[in-house]
C-alpha cells in the first residue's frame, strides 16, 4: 500500500503563484509515474502533469508554460509550482502515483483563484 499526502493549497488571486506538495510513503516502487490531476465542479478528473522517475514530464495544454512539475526520489515526493495562476485553474488537485500493477491517489487538496 502507499499513502499520498497533499499540502499547499489554498485561495490566491489570478495571477499568483501557489507550490502543492505530496509525499509518498508505504510500498514506494523506484520506478514510478507521479502526477497531479484536477477536478474542477461539475467536471471530469483530468491530467494536470506526470513525471516519471526518470525524469520526463508531460503537461496538459491548458498549463504549459505556467505550471511546472519536479519531484525528489530521495523524499518519494512531487511538487507542482503553479504560476500565472486563473480562475479556471481552481479545482481539488489530487496526486497520483502509478506503479503499473497499482494506482494510488491522495485525499485532494483545494485550490481556489479568485478574479
Known amino acids: 500500500q502507499v499513502q499520498l499526502v497533499e499540502s499547499g493549497g489554498g485561495l490566491v488571486q489570478a495571477g499568483g503563484s501557489l507550490r502543492l506538495s505530496c509525499v509518498a510513503s508505504?510500498?514506494?516502487?523506484?520506478?514510478?509515474?507521479m502526477g497531479w490531476y484536477r477536478q474542477a465542479p461539475g467536471k471530469q478528473r483530468e491530467l494536470v502533469a506526470v513525471?516519471?522517475?526518470?525524469?520526463?514530464?508531460n503537461y496538459a495544454d491548458s498549463v504549459k508554460g505556467r505550471f511546472s512539475i519536479s519531484r525528489d526520489n530521495a523524499k518519494n515526493t512531487v511538487y507542482l509550482q503553479m504560476n500565472s495562476l486563473k480562475p479556471e485553474d481552481t479545482a481539488v488537485y489530487y496526486c497520483?502515483?502509478?506503479?503499473?500493477?497499482?494506482?494510488?491517489w491522495g485525499q485532494g487538496a483545494q485550490v481556489t483563484v479568485s478574479s
Open positions: 508505504g510500498s514506494i516502487f523506484s520506478t514510478n509515474i
Open positions: 497520483n502515483v502509478d506503479q503499473r500493477i497499482s494506482v494510488y
Open positions: 513525471i516519471t522517475s526518470g525524469g520526463s514530464t
